[in-house]
């Protein structure tokens, strides 16, 4: 059955990425500034990218329409995938990503905001690319916790990229993701599918989930937080509390 699942879904990956390069490559300029347009594309790509790796979703909580920014923890590339899903729009991720090969390419003509993690001055310029996003009405959804995470406990929420939205008249959504070994049954964290695991590679958890029936991820979306009177330490605690918080209530 694995082999099978892998030899029907392999290809279609592969066929589907380069569907998205061709996109990506020819799409006219004229259209991509049609935000209703450009939005939908996206969204299904990343809807059929989520039903080629077998990932099957199960949501709690509405996304707040509200919400220009979204907070989660992080927990493997699968998360990016899931997310886009749901909300398409623009990711904050480490430098390195811009250099991968093909992967890099994509994120680079999808918006990403790219970040040179340790880097101050850098830091401050990503943060004013953020609250440019924000104020044109763009989504934007970022990982706080500023490393990979098990889906077991939450790190500390560093609140420098907070300062993106903090006393704005935008609402922040915070969001709890985790992949379940055997939902209903055992809702224990997967680690087959956890970048926290350093044996675990792009490579390796792609194959695995091909091969699966199906991957279920676990994605809950906690009440919105309005930012008017917090500054950036405030929403950083409050984002990481509403995260730890679902969590026990699992």
């Known amino acids: 059955m694995k082999i099978l699942l892998l030899l029907i ?3 279609l990956i592969l066929s589907h ?7 990506l490559i020819f799409y006219p300029r004229k259209i991509a500034r049609l935000k209703p347009i450009h939005h939908l594309i996206s969204l299904y790509w990343m809807k059929i990218l989520v039903l080629l790796f077998g990932l099957k979703i199960i949501l709690k909580g509405k996304i707040s329409k509200q919400s220009n920014a979204f907070v989660s923890n992080h927990i493997s590339f699968l998360d990016i995938i899931v997310l886009n899903s749901l ?3 623009n990711f904050i991720a480490k430098s390195e990503i811009k250099n991968w090969p093909v992967i890099g390419h994509l994120s680079s003509k999808t918006g990403t905001i790219f ?4 880097d101050k ?3 401050d310029h990503v943060v004013d690319i953020m609250k440019n996003y924000i104020n044109r009405n763009k989504k934007i959804i970022f990982f706080p916790e500023g490393r990979i995470g098990n ?4 790190k500390k929420f560093h609140s420098k990229l907070f300062n993106c939205i903090s006393e704005s008249n935008s609402m922040l959504q915070p969001v ?3 992949y379940p070994k055997d939902y209903p049954n055992n809702i224990e964290s997967d680690d087959s599918v956890c970048w926290a695991d350093k044996s675990q590679t792009l490579i390796k958890i792609s194959l695995r989930c091909l091969g699966r029936s199906s991957t279920k991820v676990m994605v809950h979306f906690e009440k919105p937080i309005d930012t008017s009177n917090l500054n950036s330490y405030e929403l950083a605690k409050q984002s990481a ?6 969590i026990k209530c699992i």
């Not at 970040?115 to 340790?118: A, E, L, P, Q, S």
């Not at 889906?151 to 939450?154: E, K, L, M």
């Open 151 to 154: 889906g077991v406990d939450i």
């Open 115 to 118: 970040i040179r993690r340790g």
């Open 121 to 123: 001055n850098d830091i």
């Open 87 to 89: 909300i398409p729009s």
């Open 17 to 23: 990425i380069l569907v998205g390069l061709i996109i």
């Open 241 to 246: 509390n509403s995260v730890s918080e679902s």
């Open 9 to 11: 879904r392999f290809p």
């Open 176 to 178: 709890f993701i985790r």
